[in-house]
């Protein structure tokens, strides 16, 4: 799910900043602060700061820091090509592009993987993952992963959260959740309990006087033509939602139940699952490892170990196909994601 709202993320204990990282985090931070930008005024928006970032005496530090750590990147598709096959680009570089079996292997052996491992995962899936992420990834051969909400698959029905924004502002009206800006209202549906989020969407279907556009997912056939060109395709639960806002059983049934489809249309069961909004949960932690899972997927903006310790629980990094190669370095080196943490921004 797109990560414009605030995302509540339960994470094991974080590791313990080294004194030099953190004062090159405070260095790094009055630098992205006075830096001024290309026509003398101080950078403001995310990616001109992370552009300064990249010339931060910080960065040295923390690009070799990650060089012994795993970088698993976060997308939720790619509205811009061109830009993300500059990211890749730059990734064939400074990184080691690995797989999600490659992961897999790493964790079944006990060898960590090779330095400056980096792996590329998709959220939700949309078709830009096909028709835009696929061909630039297929003409560098660098290997990705795909997490899928199966329920909608072979379908036209948006995702539901572009369906409440767009309810919303035609109308929708939901007794539980003020109808305000649509970030408020996402936010304020997604810390419902399961049943009266659902509820809630309901309400702002009959009410609203106009109909959301439909949206052409992919199908069973497009997932294996994914599969095929080095796609690996993962869970992301029947529907998407908060997995800390539902009941065991609907915990159990969104994972079993996407499970099912999945080795239904690929012919062989998903060994790995990204945590819907990111946030770790024990109930599915336990349903995960009965369904014979092997890694599960955070969004958390953190480098993890090149070789996991918690394999249903690895650290990833938020990215988006719009982000210019300045930043991306910054991103890559965890520099960014540590000058977030420093400053209590929400992932």
């Given at each position: 799910?797109?990560?414009s709202?605030?995302?509540?993320?339960?994470?094991?204990?974080?590791?313990?900043?080294?004194?030099?990282?953190?004062?090159?985090v405070?260095?790094?931070?009055?630098?992205?602060?006075?830096?001024?930008?290309?026509s003398g005024?101080?950078?403001?928006?995310?990616?001109?700061?992370?552009?300064?970032?990249?010339?931060?005496?910080?960065?040295p530090?923390?690009?070799?820091?990650?060089?012994?750590?795993?970088?698993?990147?976060?997308?939720?598709?790619?509205?811009?090509?061109?830009?993300?096959?500059?990211?890749?680009?730059?990734?064939?570089?400074?990184?080691?592009?690995?797989?999600?079996?490659?992961?897999?292997?790493?964790?079944?052996?006990?060898?960590?993987?090779?330095?400056?491992?980096?792996?590329i995962t998709?959220?939700?899936?949309?078709?830009?993952?096909?028709?835009?992420?696929?061909?630039?990834l297929?003409?560098?051969?660098?290997?990705?992963?795909?997490?899928?909400?199966?329920?909608?698959?072979?379908?036209?029905?948006?995702?539901?959260?572009?369906?409440?924004?767009?309810?919303?502002?035609?109308g929708?009206?939901?007794?539980?959740?003020?109808?305000?800006?649509?970030?408020?209202?996402?936010?304020?549906?997604?810390?419902?309990?399961?049943?009266?989020?659902?509820?809630?969407?309901?309400?702002?279907?009959?009410?609203?006087?106009?109909?959301?556009?439909?949206?052409?997912?992919?199908?069973p056939?497009?997932?294996?033509?994914?599969?095929?060109?080095?796609?690996?395709?993962?869970?992301?639960?029947?529907?998407?939602?908060?997995?800390?806002?539902?009941?065991?059983?609907?915990?159990h049934?969104?994972?079993?139940?996407?499970?099912?489809?999945?080795?239904?249309?690929?012919?062989?069961?998903?060994?790995?699952?990204?945590?819907?909004?990111?946030?770790?949960?024990?109930?599915?932690?336990?349903?995960?490892?009965?369904?014979?899972?092997?890694?599960?997927?955070?969004?958390?903006?953190?480098?993890?170990?090149?070789?996991?310790?918690?394999?249903?629980?690895?650290?990833?990094?938020?990215?988006?196909?719009?982000?210019?190669?300045?930043?991306?370095?910054?991103?890559?080196?965890?520099?960014?994601?540590?000058?977030?943490?420093?400053?209590?921004?929400a992932?």
């Amino acid at each position: 799910m797109p990560h414009s709202e605030t995302t509540t993320i339960t994470t094991p204990p974080p590791t313990a900043v080294t004194a030099p990282a953190a004062a090159a985090v405070a260095v790094a931070t009055s630098a992205a602060v006075a830096a001024p930008g290309p026509s003398g005024t101080t950078a403001r928006s995310a990616d001109g700061r992370g552009s300064w970032l990249r010339f931060s005496p910080a960065q040295p530090l923390f690009r070799a820091r990650a060089a012994q750590r795993l970088a698993v990147l976060a997308y939720h598709g790619v509205t811009d090509p061109r830009s993300f096959g500059a990211q890749l680009d730059r990734l064939r570089r400074l990184a080691t592009p690995v797989s999600l079996t490659a992961v897999e292997q790493a964790v079944a052996q006990g060898r960590p993987l090779p330095p400056r491992s980096v792996l590329i995962t998709f959220d939700d899936t949309d078709r830009s993952v096909l028709t835009h992420a696929l061909p630039a990834l297929a003409v560098r051969r660098i290997p990705a992963a795909a997490f899928v909400i199966a329920e909608l698959i072979g379908t036209d029905q948006p995702f539901w959260w572009h369906e409440a924004a767009f309810l919303a502002r035609n109308g929708g009206r939901s007794r539980l959740v003020p109808t305000g800006r649509p970030a408020e209202l996402l936010a304020r549906l997604k810390a419902l309990p399961d049943p009266d989020r659902r509820r809630s969407l309901h309400e702002l279907r009959v009410s609203a006087h106009r109909r959301p556009p439909r949206q052409e997912q992919l199908t069973p056939e497009d997932l294996r033509a994914l599969q095929a060109d080095g796609v690996s395709i993962g869970n992301h639960t029947l529907g998407h939602p908060s997995l800390g806002r539902c009941d065991d059983a609907t915990v159990h049934s969104e994972i079993a139940g996407a499970h099912l489809a999945l080795g239904k249309w690929l012919g062989e069961p998903p060994t790995a699952f990204a945590y819907p909004d990111g946030g770790y949960d024990p109930r599915a932690d336990a349903v995960l490892r009965q369904l014979g899972y092997r890694l599960g997927f955070l969004s958390d903006h953190r480098l993890g170990p090149r070789l996991p310790a918690h394999p249903l629980r690895i650290s990833r990094l938020q990215v988006d196909s719009t982000t210019g190669t300045r930043r991306f370095d910054t991103i890559l080196s965890g520099l960014e994601p540590a000058l977030q943490r420093w400053r209590g921004v929400a992932v």
